[in-house]
DNA sequence: ATGGTCGGGCTCCGA
């Protein structure tokens, strides 16, 4: 079973590339974020044609987070808990074949030293004890999605221009190792030690055809899924196509 | 040296 991620940079400027990757690569399951629209805008026919149901959460212009399938989606929350306040689109979680499964859009978190940096923490908190109650449940689980953080300088093609940033800051990056503490497997780090993997490289200065990029979605698996790890990767593909995202899908492969 | 390019939806914001 294949299970990807990919912010998609507005889902309906991009609802070409979409369907166009799903049929080439076949996913089980895709995590998709910005989707750039509200739930009623969202292309559901197109995707529905290309044989997947889709769990939907959107906002106008902003962030908005879906789950794609190929089988039954069970059981959906629509926002990550712990803030009422809360009316990003950001998250949203589901049962999908046995699996836990969770599209995650972290927030970006810049300029460091404001409330868009707090925002972000914050966000990464309240994760941290959903997280938490998950593993507890044992259920098979796999948080998936853009969380804008690059865990180490390895995940940068320069650390330095990027020092500042808050995709780099030690907080941002303790908080992800503090999920991972818990017991979550970053797959792709961990199946590929010596790779840089990158997700996302800017629209400027031709950074895609450099190599300029970040690694900044992940899949983090839990125990029981990170057994049935098969392979994954980054999909370079269609980063490559004329209009596309500034990120690309990530995916793992699981033993069914 | 603080630019550059996208998408959404307006004349700028967020990334």
Known sequence: MKIATWNVNSVRARIGH????????APDIVMLQELKCQTAEFPLLEIQAAGYQAEVVGQKTYNGVAIL????????IHALPGDHGDDHARYVEATVAGLRVASIYLPNGNPVG???FKFKLSFFDRLDRHARALLKSEQ????????NVCP???DVWDPVAMAKDALCQPESRAAFRKLVFQGWTDAI????????DYTYWDYFQNRFERDHGLR?????LSPRVADRLVACGVDRTPRGWEKASDHTPAWVEIKD
């Open 140 to 147: 098979p689980a796999i948080l998936a999605g853009d969380w």
């Open 69 to 76: 399938s190929k089988h039954k989606i069970e059981n959906p």
């Open 18 to 25: 979409l369907t166009r990757w799903l049929k080439e690569f």
């Open 216 to 220: 900044i979605d992940h899949l983090l």
């Open 152 to 154: 180490t300088d390895q």
């Open 189 to 196: 780090r961990t199946q590929h030690p010596d790779t840089r």
């Open 114 to 116: 404001t409330d868009k």
